[in-house]
Nanobody, 116 residues
């Protein structure tokens, strides 16, 4: 079992920045990839960014060049640095990780609101 605890999101103005963090605990040695997803009202949950244990990253086209995912293996924490935020980035953001046997675990979600 893996537990994921996300930092609080917040309210930010268009063009602003926000950093989310997600701390993992439990069977952390089984984690091989971590990711951030988001879900806006009335929309499906979508992948925002993904990072492997080796540090390879990929991003949704909508956030490329603005968001950066990183991980600190010593702290068992993954971060999402969000810059140049837009109103369409407003969503509940979820931390997730893939562990052994392709088991996925999810955080509780944190609200990010970008005002225009």
């Amino acid at each position: 079992q893996v537990q994921l605890v996300e930092s609080e999101g917040g309210l930010v103005q268009t063009g602003g920045s926000l950093r989310l963090s997600c701390a993992a605990s439990g069977s952390i040695s089984s984690i091989n990839a971590m990711a951030w997803y988001r879900q806006a009202p009335g929309k499906q949950r979508e992948l925002v960014a993904h990072i492997t244990s080796g540090g390879t990253t990929n991003y949704a086209d909508s956030v490329k060049g603005r968001f950066t995912i990183s991980r600190d293996n010593a702290k068992n924490t993954v971060y999402l640095q969000m810059n140049s935020l837009k109103p369409e980035d407003t969503a509940v953001y979820y931390c997730a990780c893939r562990a052994a046997l392709n088991q996925w675990y999810w955080g509780q979600g944190t609200q990010v609101t970008v005002s225009s």
